[in-house]
């Protein structure tokens, strides 16, 4: 199976760690831990962009030197992605002495190749957006973005972008999935036939930042060494190291679409300049808003993640921002519709299937799962629907398609309430027929099968919800290779605790 590299953006380090961090690395941590579980070999990276104006005007707002404020950062989004359970594999820092060597390689690499000379930069600068912006871009003042801008003039080296502008619109011709939505990819295309200007690349104003090389008067463009993070945590500059071979280009890079053009554009030009295939896959999801209104610190209605996490529960919160707006669209937080969502789906959906199957099995058969009878017709078409998951998800996976993921395990649940509410189990029970006993055992059988499903795949989702299941059903392998062999009839069910509370609601 081929590798897979997941990425997020590397975070900046100017404030706390908000629903938009927690967003990306989220979605990353279900396309790695889905493809561990297809038996693939994954690395999953991410991590804090320490260097900048920006960055070091935060150190100095707080009164520290941007070192030791960087120290103190990092931990608190390392912390992150263990209150959501991120199963990364690497966290870097840039200023790892690891990632200073491979940005300085890579400079190396494209001063070499001719792709780098000296001259003056004088432009627009905005320090919030860490971005140059042409004349054209400024509106009343500021950029596109809305970021103050300032002008700057200074010495600076420049990256060859402009020779660029053919090669990668050949190279997205020639790769139509590269960029995806397709939105986004048409958007990176018509930026780039607008022509690209050769790219201001080190700054001489101030020394937060991985040194040029060749001239220590220099420091990179804070995005140069931003963007070198991916390759530096494969091993670069080692090209034969092992996890370079295995997974670079295999790489898919999530982000939002606030810094496209970086990832779509430079980054593609740096690597290519540089002799090095560019990523096989750049998403670009959408943007969370708080409310429906742009969340901001002056508004006062920044999410904070983990508030909702400590009210709500992790996983609530984790199925709620994967299934509630389809990847790579936009969306608006709101509690109200999590405790909805919630309610509906996991608590009434999955929780009570889950709960009324074992707790049934638990207390009237042994508690062990039951030897079938032989099937009837609409026992095979439930279990059908859970055996054709393996597909269905498998293409959602591979379009990043989560909220369709969550939509499909779903439509099998909502099938096997139906089917018990129409086999009437409970009913059947107090038959006096010992067919009818029979016939409750299958239909315990069936439905124990089809949870068994539902919950290997819903493990990328809400991981230890699902963990929670599985253990009740009594199930130690919850590979998707396991459920290529029948639910084992007889193994002891371990007491049933419901695993989705219902929130109740306040007025
Ligand atoms: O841009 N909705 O870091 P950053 C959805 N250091 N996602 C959001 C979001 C929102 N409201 N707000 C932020 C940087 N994000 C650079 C990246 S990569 C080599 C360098 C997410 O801290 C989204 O992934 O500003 C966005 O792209 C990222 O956070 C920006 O994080």
């Known amino acids: 199976m081929t590798p897979h590299y997941i990425t997020t953006p590397i975070y900046y380090l100017n404030g706390a760690p908000h629903l938009g961090h927690v967003y990306t690395t989220l979605a990353a941590d279900v396309l790695a831990r889905y493809w561990r579980l297809a038996g693939a070999n994954v690395k999953f990276l991410t991590g804090t962009d320490e260097h900048g104006s920006k960055v070091a005007q935060a150190a100095a707002a707080a009164g520290e030197a941007p070192q030791a404020y960087a120290d103190r950062m990092a931990l608190i989004f390392q912390d992150m992605t263990r209150k959501i359970n991120a199963s990364n594999d690497v966290f870097l820092r840039t200023t790892e002495k690891r990632h200073h060597e491979a940005a300085q390689a890579l400079w190396k690499k494209l001063e070499a190749a001719g792709q780098i000379y000296e001259s003056v930069y004088a432009g627009w600068y905005a320090t919030r957006d860490e971005a140059y912006y042409d004349e ?72 937060w930042g991985v040194m040029v090389p060749t001239d220590p008067a220099h420091v990179m463009y804070v995005w140069v060494d931003a963007l070198t993070n991916y390759i530096t945590a494969l091993g670069y500059p080692d090209e ?200 409750v055992e299958t239909v315990l059988y069936v439905l124990a099968e089809v949870i068994r499903h539902v919950a290997v795949y819903t493990q990328p989702v809400m991981p230890d919800s699902s963990s929670r299941i599985l253990d009740q059903l009594g199930q130690k392998d919850r590979t998707f290779a396991s459920l290529k062999t029948p639910l084992v009839a007889g193994t002891t069910l371990c007491e049933p605790v419901p695993v989705f509370p219902r929130i109740e609601q306040r007025d």
């Open 240 to 439: 034969n190291s092992s996890d370079f071979q295995t997974f670079w280009p295999e790489s898919l890079h999530l982000l939002g679409k606030d810094i496209l053009r970086f990832h779509a554009v430079y980054w593609p030009a740096f690597l290519m300049a540089a002799g090095l295939p560019p990523p096989k896959k750049i998403f670009a999801h959408g943007w969370w808003t708080c409310d429906g209104e742009k969340m901001s610190k002056s508004l006062g209605n920044v999410v904070c993640p983990f508030n909702i996490i400590e009210k709500y529960g992790l996983d609530p919160f984790r199925y709620f921002l994967i299934r509630e707006v389809p990847f790579g669209q936009d969306g608006s937080f709101s509690e109200a519709a999590l405790v909805t969502r919630t309610n509906s789906d996991l608590a009434n959906d999955l929780g009570n299937l889950t709960q009324r199957v074992l707790s049934f099995i638990y207390k009237n058969l042994d508690p062990q799962i039951p030897v079938p009878g032989d099937l009837s017709e609409n026992d095979r078409e439930l279990l059908a629907s859970a055996a054709h998951l393996e597909q269905i998800l498998f293409t959602d996976i591979d379009n990043q398609a989560l909220q369709a993921y969550c939509q499909h395990i779903w439509e099998v649940i909502r099938k096997a309430n139906c089917y018990v509410d129409f086999e009437k189990p409970w009913s059947l029970r107090k038959s006096t027929d010992p067919q009818d006993h029979k016939r």
């Open 136 to 207: 054209s871009e400024i509106v009343g003042g500021k950029a596109p973005t809305g970021a103050p801008v300032e002008w700057i003039e200074e010495s600076s080296y420049f990256f060859r972008l402009s020779a660029w502008e053919r090669p990668l619109l050949d190279y997205y011709e020639a790769h139509p999935h590269a960029i995806a939505p397709l939105s986004r990819r048409n958007e990176v295309l018509s930026f780039i036939k607008g022509g690209l200007r050769d790219l201001s690349i080190s700054r001489t104003k101030f020394d």
